[in-house]
């Protein structure tokens, strides 16, 4: 909120508005700047060490004020970096692929949401300069955005920016305990409980599932129909199972995203999380619906993980970083189905398709 006082305080003072915009932009232009350049420089890193088909790249956006709880999302990007990178266990996948190779996972660092929103940058010009720090990402090949939220509300211009980048709409696979698809909660149009809303009305999404819901409202479910939201709750997980671990996704449009908020899990699995509810999805539940999974996945991201409500130890933010480097156990499936990008680059990028 820092900078919405901020802001209002040089209204009082009577700040020409069209000097505080010249700023603004300015700080923009900068970030962007930053952003492009990082992307750049590995992009061409990347090139120059050759047969890469793709590179998962992680971009941190640390934005925490659109939840509707606690805001402690946005101090989750640093903390899953360093869970990536932990000593306590080694750098190699179950696949046997080095996540120290950049050809594997690289990383062009963080959109600054702070300093943006202490300029007094409004929400609409954020929500753009997230989008289009991801497309300047996907401009580098072989770059292909791994997102670290942040609450749930950078999904929505996450997934505008590849639906726009590409052309066109993708399939959405959304695993969370709630379907985020209020309209507009508690009046804010970019709630973290209103981002698909958002995606869907913007028809940057041709089919949503929905897995592991547990908390859902008379309005979620209408919301749901409304937009022919294919919504699978815990209460029939065991009745669905094997359709879920066989999902084949993003036939006839630009690929498939997915989207994990880490409230998707028990919290027996996941404790660090702004709410808590009981009934979800195992670690393992989830890697075996991300492993079966058909599909030529374009992006994804996690989101939703609370460092300020995680245990002593760590615990969230090490099943937040494995939920992103356990990406590439979907891609054996596509060595002989679909070509698949993203996950290609996950387990090595090497050119032995």
């Known amino acids: 909120m820092r900078g919405i006082h901020y802001l209002s305080k040089l209204k009082a003072a009577n700040i020409p508005p069209e000097l ?105 010009r954020l929500m753009n300069v997230i989008s289009e720090s991801v497309k300047l990402v996907m401009e580098e090949d072989p770059l292909h955005p791994l997102v670290l939220g942040g609450d749930h509300s950078i999904s929505f211009p996450v997934v505008r920016a590849v639906s726009e980048k590409l052309g066109g709409p993708v399939d959405i696979l959304h695993l969370d305990a709630h379907p985020d698809i209020y309209h507009c909660f508690e009046g804010n149009k970019y709630s973290h409980a209103s981002s698909f809303a958002r995606i869907m009305e913007g028809g940057y999404a041709r089919r949503l599932l929905q897995v592991g819901i547990r908390s859902i409202t008379k309005e979620g479910r209408e919301q749901g129909k409304r937009f022919g939201v294919e919504q699978y709750e815990m209460q029939t997980f065991s009745r669905d199972r094997q359709m879920l671990e066989n999902l084949k996704l993003g036939e006839g449009v630009k690929g498939v995203y997915i989207s994990i908020d880490v409230d998707c899990l028990d919290p027996a699995f996941a404790p660090g999380v702004s709410h808590i509810e009981p009934g979800g999805l195992s670690f393992r539940d989830v890697l075996n619906i991300l492993h079966n999974l058909q599909a030529d996945v374009v992006a994804a991201d996690v989101v939703e993980f609370n460092p300020q409500r995680d245990t002593v130890d760590g615990m969230t933010g090490m099943v937040a970083a494995k939920l992103l480097i356990k990406f590439e156990q979907v891609a054996p499936r596509f060595h002989h189905t679909i070509f698949h990008p993203l996950f290609k680059g996950i387990t090595g990028g090497i050119a032995e398709h």
């Open 20 to 124: 505080l915009e010249k700023g603004q932009n300015r700080v923009i232009d900068a970030s962007l700047t930053l952003i492009r350049e990082r992307a750049k420089l590995k992009g061409e890193l990347l090139r120059a060490l050759g047969g890469v088909k793709a590179s998962a790249t992680l971009l941190g956006v640390p934005l925490g004020h659109n939840s509707s709880f606690l805001q402690g999302p946005a101090f989750a990007p640093p903390r899953i970096r360093e869970a990536i990178w932990c000593g306590s266990t080694n750098s190699s996948t179950e696949e046997g692929k080095e996540l120290n190779d950049p050809r594997v996972l690289t990383d062009v660092g963080d959109v600054p949401v702070q300093e943006i929103r202490d300029c007094g940058v409004d929400d609409d």
